[in-house]
């Protein structure tokens, strides 16, 4: 068979289902190969890097996925660098696969020929050109054994065209797929960390994207009820523990974190990190604030990410997974021994904190103020809906006031964050699970980015609602600007004269959505807001399309967050909510905050 024929069957024999991608010249020996063996369901994308994001939705959404891209030379691959980019900063493993000039022009600049190999190195944990037919059988695998073993992340692989049409003998029937390789801790170990635990007063566990990645959330919700130890879920580990759970103790962060998260990370004095980075919107940039008064312990796969950002008291290289097994096994014993503390009293603080140190949502300004519209998606959405978002106020808001419960409800691209993301990911999302409502959230210039992808929505019968949020802002580069005493090339804003009655609101994106096949709706009442959420359910359901719900929004809004980089000089714009009516979606029942 042909080597992109023998590269298919590996693809199957791996799993993989389904890729994304745009044929060109230098790739299409590899799309007839996905032609004629059959077996692998190919979504077209509109742009490459598209492709990319939607792949990263697939893997993030089911756990094994793993979401492949596919693309010809030259651009094609420059084009994937950012999803390559966005999937190594945030442990996902995607395959990105180039098609390439033919081997003896490499060095002869032929059209679209470009060392996509070396351009790649810096963001994928391999990516390599294949110049001899016969590897490529073991290309393939060695690059699905990398993918999963370890720190998971991303391969490209380049394929001249030669090579691709090439003869090779290949038994597909007799391959299989190499052992996956993880760190595990030992016994002694967790043993060791637990002590760090029993010796503190006020512990806090930090549940990272780690856990979700090793499908170990049941694990960590179990071991946090044993110890009774409140939980702090960081921006890609949110879902590790349901928000309405006793023991979430809310988020962290100087930007997307929760009031009475910081002020209950700062009273505690031990913390248990878990598959976790320290990602600096988590700790802010004072790592002398972060670090004051607690001792910490982190377990990471990546044995490199122990002691990256600071050293911990100790730390143990282990994915999560059997690392919580061992972590319940002992905590298990020790409660059976009656040697854990009693921990009710930091328990019963860090949920007064909850009940009175909530944001207020409830708002009747028009133009809408952004905090009702996450109040009306609590309520139209329920707990089974996965949200999908990646960077702006939009997200930020959203994070600080919108409900998760799920493992993977949350997808969300954390270290990257390109603008234009939103969009091909919820579409890789939807495409994983199309039984499961799926809720992408944008501002309007992360929308705009890559518009284009919503045909590919429409074309595929991908339905999906996209909350988009519209000011005609930069809004968060514009509040960055605060400091700086500027409000420099932020602003959207135009008179359509196509459509005047958006006054300055610039872009149709209603006309725009419609013109690629998809359903669409404004509104600027937030009291119609409901309604319109609910519509959009019931045409998402009947057109298998996505939905659009645009909502605009007034001009200038400044969400809470740090000016310093200080998790504990979070500016706050607005009054903490003190009456039910304030914060009807509120995770916990409000009472007034103690004299």
């Known amino acids: ?219 960590l919700v179990e071991f946090a009820e044993l110890t009774n130890t409140p939980v702090v879920p960081t921006l890609m580990g949110w879902g590790t523990i349901p928000d309405d759970h006793d023991l979430n103790a809310g988020m962290v962060g100087q930007q997307t974190g929760h009031r009475y998260g910081n002020a209950t990370f700062l009273e505690s004095d031990f913390v248990l990190g878990i598959g976790n980075r320290w990602a600096n919107r988590h700790t802010g940039y004072k790592l002398d604030v972060y670090r004051e008064g607690r001792k910490f312990v982190h377990v990471d796969i990546e044995p490199t990410q122990i002691g990256k950002i600071f050293p911990p008291d100790y730390g143990i290289t282990s994915d999560a997974k059997p690392a919580l097994e061992l972590f319940v096994e002992v905590a298990r014993e020790l409660k059976a021994a009656g040697k854990l503390p009693d921990r009710s009293e930091w328990v019963a603080s860090h949920l007064e904190r909850k009940s009175t140190l909530q944001r207020r949502t409830h708002f009747d300004n028009i133009p809408m103020k952004p905090q009702r519209v996450y109040e009306e998606m609590n309520k139209a959405f329920g707990p089974e809906t996965r949200y999908v978002t990646t960077i702006g106020l939009s997200q930020i808001a959203g994070a600080q006031m919108l409900h998760v419960y799920k493992p993977r409800h949350w997808i969300n691209c954390g270290q990257a964050g390109p603008l234009g993301w939103t969009i091909p990911a919820a579409l890789g999302v939807a495409k994983a699970d199309p039984e499961t409502p799926v809720v992408a959230l944008s501002g309007d210039y992360d929308f705009q980015f890559m518009i284009e992808e919503l045909a590919v929505g429409a074309q595929h019968r991908i339905p999906y609602v996209h909350v988009l949020v519209n000011n005609a802002y930069l809004g968060l580069i514009r509040q960055a600007q605060i400091g700086l005493d500027i409000n420099f090339q932020v602003n959207l804003e135009f008179e359509n004269q196509n459509s005047p009655e958006l006054g300055v609101y610039g872009v149709d994106h209603v006309k725009v959505a419609e013109g690629l096949g998809c359903k669409a709706i404004r509104v600027t009442d937030p009291n119609e807001l409901g309604d319109a959420l609910e519509q959009a359910k019931k045409l998402a359901a009947e057109h298998r399309v996505p939905v659009v719900v645009e909502a605009i929004l007034e001009r200038i809004t400044n969400i809470a967050m740090s000016k310093t980089a200080d998790i504990s000089d979070v500016t706050e714009f607005e009054e903490v909510a003190t009456e039910d009516w304030h914060a009807p979606t509120a995770i916990k029942s409000l009472k007034p905050a103690k004299a």
């Open 1 to 219: 068979m042909t080597a992109a024929a023998a590269a298919v069957e590996i693809l199957k024999r791996e799993g993989v289902t389904n890729a994304f991608g745009v044929p060109g010249a230098a790739i299409n020996p590899f799309y007839k190969a996905l032609k004629t063996v059959g077996g692998v369901d190919h979504t077209l994308a509109r742009h490459v890097e598209g492709a990319t994001h939607m792949a990263e939705g697939y893997t993030r959404t089911n756990p094994g996925n793993i979401g492949v891209a596919i693309g010809t030379s030259g651009p094609a691959g420059t084009d994937m660098i950012t999803g390559l980019y966005s999937a190594i900063g945030d442990s996902i493993p995607i395959l990105c696969i180039t098609g390439q000039a033919p081997s003896h022009l490499l060095a002869k600049e032929d059209f679209q020929a470009v060392d996509i190999a070396s351009i790649a190195k810096p963001v994928a944990k391999m990516a390599v050109t294949v110049l001899e037919a016969a590897q490529v059988p073991g290309v393939f695998q060695q690059a699905f054994h990398l993918m999963r073993s370890g720190r998971p992340g991303p391969v490209l692989i380049d394929l001249p065209i030669d090579v691709q049409m090439a003869e090779i003998d290949f038994d597909p029937e007799t391959y299989e797929p190499l052992p996956v390789y993880k760190p595990a801790a030992t016994r002694a170990q967790i043993e060791k960390a637990i002590q760090f635990l029993l010796a503190s007063e006020r512990p806090l566990i930090v549940a990272g994207g780690g856990i979700i990645n090793a499908d170990a959330s049941d694990l």
